[in-house]
């Protein structure tokens, strides 16, 4: 039976490519999404191997629900993606506690409770693997970004520990962490500072969501990477 796949955050962005590049290798692909019904829908057209399911994943019911319906129509889960996440610019003494909320559970939380909801069937079924969309950020930390780069270095926490964990039940579990991505994400960025970011990359381009998916793919199919922090940023940062 084909791979089942849950990309979370998946009707934008680098959840969106993601879940393409899979449904064409085969994958059954759940694209789960919160509030972009129309961009959703639009990426069920595109290939038959997509199935949609709305869910805000910073909330555990609703997790639970999307993980049962998962399990209800095909049985198993062979791949997690936590890919869900916002982000906000501002000084951190600026921040309030609404702010550290939103961050903390739409980037943080929301990958604890999808992977901890997933996990008993791929426990049960001694085989699962779990790869962390986090950020560059979560390496080497951003001014005006603290809270983000505190919830992405979380994720990034999360992985090495339950890469330990996990490993004896023949789950795998990694993070990939993007630099500068040419998605939405990105657009209050003027040219201008885009343009100084370049100058910054040793491969003087931003990412695309391709090569954010390409290495999705390898993680899949690769048998003995586990634990992994991997960056790709074009040389941006290197640590």
């Not at 969309?133 to 001014?143: D, E, F, L």
Request: with cysteine; glycine share 6%.
């Amino acid at each position: 039976m084909k791979k089942v796949v849950i990309v979370t955050g998946a009707s934008r962005g680098i959840g969106r490519k993601i879940a393409i590049e899979l449904a064409k290798e085969d994958y059954i692909v759940v694209a789960n999404y919160n509030k972009s019904e129309e961009q959703a829908q639009k990426l069920k057209q595109e290939n038959d191997n997509i199935e949609i399911y709305k869910a805000d994943v910073s909330k555990r019911e609703e997790v639970r629900k999307m993980i049962e319906f998962v399990i209800n129509k095909y049985k198993k889960i062979d791949v997690v993606i936590n890919n869900a996440g916002i982000s906000e610019s501002s000084l951190f003494i600026d921040a309030t506690d609404s702010i550290w909320e939103k961050m903390i559970n739409n980037n943080l939380y929301s990958a604890y409770c999808v992977t901890q909801e997933a996990l008993p069937i791929m426990l049960h079924r001694k085989k699962g693997c779990i790869i962390n969309i986090s950020s560059v950020w979560g390496m080497v930390g951003g001014a005006c970004e603290t809270i983000y780069s505190i919830a992405k270095a979380g994720m990034d926490g999360m992985t090495k520990a339950l890469a330990k964990e996990l490993g004896p039940s023949n789950i795998r579990v990694n993070s990939i962490a993007p630099g500068i991505i040419d998605t939405d994400m990105n657009k209050n960025l003027t040219e201008e500072e885009i343009n100084r970011i370049k100058e910054e990359i040793p491969l003087e381009r931003i990412g695309k969501t391709s090569d954010i998916a390409k290495c999705i793919k390898w993680l899949i199919e690769d048998e003995y990477t586990t634990g992994q922090i991997i960056s790709i940023n074009g040389g941006w940062v290197i640590v």
